[in-house]
């Protein structure tokens, strides 16, 4: 199960970084996400999430002491 909450958290800051590239416009394509800022917002959101998985599986590593 702690594998695929890391998993987890590694896609939703990949996809992030994508969404925010795309909603931006700094990476250029066919899609409807191009220059769209609700993308670059969503992107944001997806990055917060994955790094507080993350942080909470760090906290959990730890040992007591």
Same mark, same amino acid.
């Given at each position: 199960?702690?594998?695929?909450?890391?998993?987890? #958290?590694?896609?939703?800051?990949?996809?992030?970084?994508v969404?925010? @590239?795309?909603g931006?416009? !700094?990476? &250029?394509?066919?899609?409807?996400?191009?220059?769209?800022?609700?993308? #670059?917002?969503?992107?944001?959101?997806?990055?917060?999430?994955?790094? @507080?998985l993350g942080?909470? !599986?760090? &906290?959990?590593?730890?040992?007591?002491?």
């Open positions: 199960m702690h594998r695929t909450r890391t998993i987890l #958290a590694v896609v939703l800051i990949a996809t992030g970084l969404w925010i @590239g795309q931006l416009g !700094l990476l &250029r394509g066919s899609s409807f996400m191009v220059d769209d800022m609700r993308w #670059a917002l969503a992107g944001t959101v997806c990055i917060v999430a994955g790094a @507080g942080a909470r !599986l760090m &906290r959990q590593r730890r040992p007591p002491g």
